[in-house]
Structures are given as structure tokens and as C-alpha cells.
Nanobody
């Protein structure tokens, strides 16, 4: 399974960004895809995930109400829409895939990782 994250950049507080995760065709069908982030000086943490089979989603409490995750199966892409961004959302964001067919944002349960994309929120 191959994954490639994109869409990061610099934005002011309160702004929005949409991250994209392009997933190889084989990976999207039977896997749960998650978004994670690693903030400076902190461990990697789960942000959101989506079960590619039935569309079930899970959003971490830290971003609930501001971030949403969605999929476009035709494009083999998972999106992370980030609204009302805060300075503390500054991080490298990664997408990953797990063969576990349930929602989870536990990094250790993910087998395949893409490269990260930097998101910087500052004025």
C-alpha cells in the first residue's frame, strides 16, 4: 500500500486547509485510512480516520467540530478538511493505512505510512 499526503502550507489562525492522501488502488478498498500529526516536541497522535469499506469515521476530541475526513473512492483519495485552524494545529501531518477493518487512531496499529506534509498556523 502506498500513500502520499499533500496540501499542507501556511495559514493564519482561523483559516482552513484541505489535505489530500492519495492511496494506491489496492490500499483503499480493504483498509482503514487515518490522519496523524506530530507537533514539535510531541509524539505522533491520531487526528481522524475513515473505514474505506463502509465510510465509518472517527474524529479525535482535540479537533472535533473543526476537522472532517472524507473519501473519494473514484479518485482513491482521502481528504482532511481543517477549519478554524489554531496555532497548536501546527504539525507535520501524515496519512497511513491499516488492514484492521475498524476505526482506530492508534498510530501503532497502522502498517503503512506516507510522507508528511507540513501545516503551519501563524499570523
Amino acid at each position: 500500500v502506498q500513500l502520499q499526503a499533500s496540501g499542507g502550507g501556511s495559514v493564519q489562525p482561523g483559516g482552513s486547509l484541505r489535505l489530500s492522501c492519495a492511496v494506491s488502488r489496492a490500499g483503499l478498498g480493504d483498509n482503514t485510512i487515518g490522519w496523524f500529526r506530530q507537533r514539535p516536541g510531541r509524539e505522533r497522535e491520531g487526528v481522524a480516520c475513515i473505514d474505506s469499506n463502509d465510510g465509518t469515521t472517527y474524529i479525535a476530541d482535540s479537533v472535533k467540530g473543526r476537522f472532517t475526513i472524507s473519501r473519494d473512492n473514484a479518485e482513491n483519495t482521502i481528504y482532511l478538511q481543517m477549519n478554524s485552524l489554531k496555532r497548536e494545529d501546527t504539525a507535520i501531518y501524515y496519512c497511513a493505512a491499516t488492514s484492521l477493518r475498524r476505526v482506530t487512531i492508534e498510530p501503532d496499529e497502522y502498517e503503512y505510512w506516507g510522507q508528511g506534509t507540513q501545516v503551519t498556523v501563524s499570523s
